[in-house]
């Protein structure tokens, strides 16, 4: 609520003033405190804890997500670099704890007689896996705003504890998803040198990931490898170079396989950007690996599969990079006027999109897409 008034010019109808605007970073230091304490003392509560854990989840995610006049890296409430490691510290620390309450409850479920035991240590390892996301987004949403400031804290306090979780079928699947995001958001906004380090461990994470002979058929795992895998063609796309023929051939299985239902619509989206990034977009690293015909197959599964819906960081980077393939006429060929139907199409979807409120691209995109869609009418 406190974001509001740092984001707005009105809260219930009235003028925000000067000594409002700064109530968020006057409160976010103690409110994010004062939640981590309170979950240290409820340790005997696993309801609490959840209901705690989620609280600082909204609370710093809210804090990551208000962008003051919309501007990239004005938020409106930031921990310093020294509050923010203390939080990590704090997290990490109740994430251990976390994970080992699920060591001991698989422990406990293997040695179980009975269908009834086993169903009381499922529900056990369920409470304690909603407590462990949003623990983990918190950590997540403090790396983000911290960018490259945040690097030293990655190197010291999480690369030790969570990197050892990355792989490993032995290893507790949740676990693995966890470090798998948070390996993600490092490479994504730490900064290069920080992606050039820590990309090759992510990528052990993201293959096993994405093996299903490894990953236990768990879709959130699969998905932040994906998403990994991704990240890593942007910022550090030697790092993958090895394995090029094997991940293209697994995101274009998937995105031809399509989602199979709900749960699996983030995964399916993600492997579209994660393709279209390593070999269809204007600077993707990769699309030398492919014959001319597999090049026109994933161009075409990239335009079929276009707008992106579901994370609106993926869509926004997307929108822009189509923008700049119609401008070079590469899903607008002359003649083809299948293509350029379908091209104006996605455009006017993501148009239609933010029209009513879902920020598919940023304005300028948009305008883009206006004026192209303007000239290919008059041609």
Same mark, same amino acid.
């Given at each position: 609520?406190?974001?509001?008034?740092?984001?707005?010019?009105?809260?219930?109808?009235?003028?925000?003033?000067?000594?409002?605007?700064?109530?968020?970073?006057?409160?976010?230091?103690?409110?994010?405190?004062?939640? *981590?304490?309170? @979950?240290?003392?409820?340790?005997?509560?696993? &309801?609490?804890?959840?209901?705690?854990?989620?609280?600082?989840?909204?609370?710093?995610?809210?804090?990551?997500?208000?962008?003051?006049?919309?501007?990239?890296?004005?938020?409106?409430?930031?921990?310093?670099?020294?509050?923010?490691?203390?939080?990590?510290?704090? @997290?990490?620390?109740?994430?251990?704890?976390?994970?080992?309450?699920?060591?001991?409850?698989?422990?406990?479920?293997? @040695?179980?007689?009975?269908?009834?035991?086993?169903?009381?240590?499922?529900?056990?390892?369920?409470?304690?896996?909603?407590? %462990?996301?949003?623990?983990?987004?918190?950590?997540?949403?403090? @790396?983000?705003?911290?960018?490259?400031?945040?690097?030293?804290?990655?190197?010291?306090?999480?690369?030790?504890?969570?990197?050892?979780? %990355?792989?490993?079928?032995?290893?507790?699947?949740?676990?693995?998803?966890?470090?798998?995001?948070?390996?993600?958001?490092?490479?994504?906004?730490?900064?290069?040198?920080?992606?050039?380090?820590?990309?090759?461990?992510?990528?052990?994470?993201?293959?096993?990931?994405?093996?299903?002979?490894?990953?236990?058929?768990?879709?959130?795992?699969?998905?932040?490898?994906?998403?990994?895998?991704?990240?890593?063609?942007?910022?550090?796309?030697?790092?993958?170079?090895?394995?090029?023929?094997? *991940?293209?051939?697994?995101?274009?299985? %998937?995105?031809?396989?399509?989602?199979?239902?709900?749960? &699996?619509?983030?995964?399916?989206?993600?492997?579209?950007?994660?393709?279209?990034?390593?070999?269809?977009?204007?600077?993707?690293?990769?699309?030398?690996?492919?014959?001319?015909?597999?090049?026109?197959?994933?161009?075409?599964?990239? %335009?079929?599969?276009?707008?992106?819906?579901?994370? &609106?960081?993926?869509?926004?980077?997307?929108?822009?990079?189509?923008?700049?393939?119609?401008?070079?006429?590469?899903?607008?060929?002359?003649?083809?006027?299948?293509? *350029?139907?379908?091209?104006?199409?996605?455009?006017?979807?993501?148009?239609?999109?933010?029209?009513?409120?879902?920020?598919?691209?940023?304005?300028?995109?948009?305008?883009?897409?206006?004026?192209?869609?303007?000239?290919?009418?008059?041609?």
């Amino acid at each position: 609520a406190a974001c509001a008034y740092g984001l707005k010019k009105e809260v219930g109808g009235k003028p925000v003033t000067a000594q409002q605007k700064i109530l968020p970073q006057q409160l976010f230091g103690t409110i994010c405190n004062t939640i *981590v304490k309170q @979950l240290s003392e409820e340790r005997s509560d696993p &309801e609490t804890m959840v209901s705690l854990a989620d609280a600082l989840s909204e609370v710093t995610g809210s804090a990551y997500l208000g962008l003051i006049d919309d501007v990239p890296g004005k938020y409106v409430a930031k921990l310093s670099e020294r509050e923010g490691r203390q939080l990590v510290v704090n @997290l990490t620390t109740l994430v251990g704890e976390c994970l080992e309450r699920r060591r001991k409850l698989f422990e406990g479920m293997g @040695l179980a007689e009975d269908e009834d035991e086993v169903a009381e240590y499922e529900e056990a390892l369920a409470a304690e896996s909603e407590l %462990l996301t949003p623990l983990v987004d918190s950590i997540g949403y403090t @790396l983000k705003s911290g960018g490259e400031s945040f690097s030293s804290t990655f190197d010291t306090i999480i690369a030790p504890s969570f990197g050892k979780m %990355l792989i490993g079928a032995g290893v507790d699947v949740r676990a693995r998803f966890a470090s798998v995001c948070l390996f993600d958001d490092c490479v994504e906004h730490c900064g290069k040198d920080s992606a050039n380090k820590h990309a090759p461990m992510l990528l052990q994470g993201a293959l096993e990931g994405i093996d299903d002979s490894k990953n236990h058929g768990d879709t959130d795992l699969k998905q932040a490898s994906v998403y990994g895998i991704a990240q890593i063609t942007r910022f550090a796309p030697h790092v993958l170079a090895a394995h090029v023929k094997g *991940v293209l051939g697994y995101l274009v299985n %998937l995105v031809q396989a399509g989602a199979k239902d709900e749960d &699996e619509i983030f995964l399916f989206e993600n492997a579209v950007s994660a393709l279209a990034s390593m070999v269809v977009f204007k600077k993707a690293p990769f699309a030398k690996a492919l014959s001319d015909a597999e090049l026109a197959n994933a161009k075409e599964l990239v %335009l079929k599969n276009f707008p992106l819906r579901e994370d &609106e960081t993926e869509a926004h980077l997307c929108h822009e990079n189509l923008a700049d393939m119609v401008e070079i006429g590469e899903f607008c060929v002359v003649g083809d006027e299948e293509r *350029v139907l379908r091209t104006m199409k996605t455009m006017s979807g993501v148009l239609l999109a933010v029209e009513e409120g879902t920020s598919l691209a940023a304005p300028s995109t948009c305008a883009r897409f206006a004026e192209l869609m303007h000239k290919l009418q008059s041609n």
